[in-house]
């Protein structure tokens, strides 16, 4: 009788740690998942970049995990489907799906009472979207100019100018022709037929502001150019009565520089 007593406090003793060991590993897991969850971060995505398609993303956390299909057309979310949401009491967060599809955004209030699977939810669809997203097209560097580098003479480009509006708007334009010249020392001077002026000139950045003197009236005038580069070849732009004109550095049509 006393083994048999023996034996079953033995047995008790067994299953009391073993229920202990479980709870214990249980409430890390719980820990744990909290905290995953929790260190979640959010990125908003510009639908704007993301391609038409289907996408499919996921967010495992352990105890609350979701598997879903994002639909994009012209930018647009047109559907979200859930194909899996592993969670405790946390149903009520699939209400999130929809509203992200009506703002179309992800950065969407969480469903109150289900904090953590709406995150878990939240990420599963941004992970879907930014499989999505094109890559940025590089930005060019910007031009770093010197008031030498735009010294010389320029002409109006061929092919870039309104050449009827440019006879329409200037005066002998056709009979007495362009030309335009940067010099070093600051000085600018520009003329299409009878207009045009002559003045000073400062560098900022790709902007070349000119302050000249009226050939027709000697009244003041304020112009920018703005200094691109495209192939390896110098432009300079500007606006005058309205008229968008691009001029090419170097006398002959090919604006090459030596």
Same mark, same amino acid.
């Given at each position: 009788?006393? !083994? ?10 067994? @299953?009391?740690?073993? =229920? ?8 890390? +897991? ?10 979640? !971060?959010? @990125? &908003?995505?510009?639908? +704007? ?8 993303? +996921?967010?495992? !956390? ?28 946390? @149903? ?65 480009? =061929?092919? &870039? ?8 708007? #200037? ?38 502001? =000119? ?23 110098? #432009? ?16 002959? &049509? ?5």
């Amino acid at each position: 009788m006393k !083994t048999e007593t023996k034996l079953m406090v033995i047995l008790l003793a067994v @299953t009391l740690a073993a =229920a202990l060991l479980a709870g214990g590993l249980y409430l890390k +897991s719980i820990r744990d998942y909290k905290a995953e969850v929790a260190a979640l !971060t959010f @990125t &908003e995505i510009d639908l +704007s970049r993301v391609a038409d398609g289907t996408y499919a993303g +996921s967010c495992e !956390t352990g105890v609350v995990n979701a598997q879903v299909l994002v639909t994009v057309r012209n930018h647009t979310i047109t559907d979200i489907q859930l194909l899996r949401h592993d969670n405790g009491r946390g @149903t009520p967060a699939e209400a999130i799906l929809a509203r992200m599809l009506q703002d179309q955004a992800t950065d969407v209030d969480t469903v109150s009472g289900a904090t953590n699977s709406s995150r878990v939810l939240r990420k599963a669809v941004e992970n879907a979207l930014s499989q999505g997203i094109s890559p940025e097209a590089p930005t060019e560097a910007p031009l770093a100019l010197t008031p030498g580098d735009l010294a010389g003479p320029w002409h109006l480009t =061929a092919g &870039e100018n309104d050449e009827a509006a440019i006879f329409d708007t #200037f005066p002998g334009a056709m009979e007495f022709g362009s030309s335009m010249e940067v010099r070093s020392d600051g000085r600018i001077s520009w003329y299409i037929g009878a207009e045009g002026g002559a003045g000073t000139c400062t560098l900022s950045g790709s902007v070349l502001r =000119a302050e000249l003197v009226s050939a027709l009236d000697g009244s003041a005038m304020t112009m920018d150019f703005t200094a691109e580069q495209r192939d390896g070849r110098l #432009f300079l732009t500007t606006r005058y009565k309205d008229l968008p004109l691009c001029w090419s550095w170097g006398e002959d &049509e090919t604006g090459a520089r030596d």
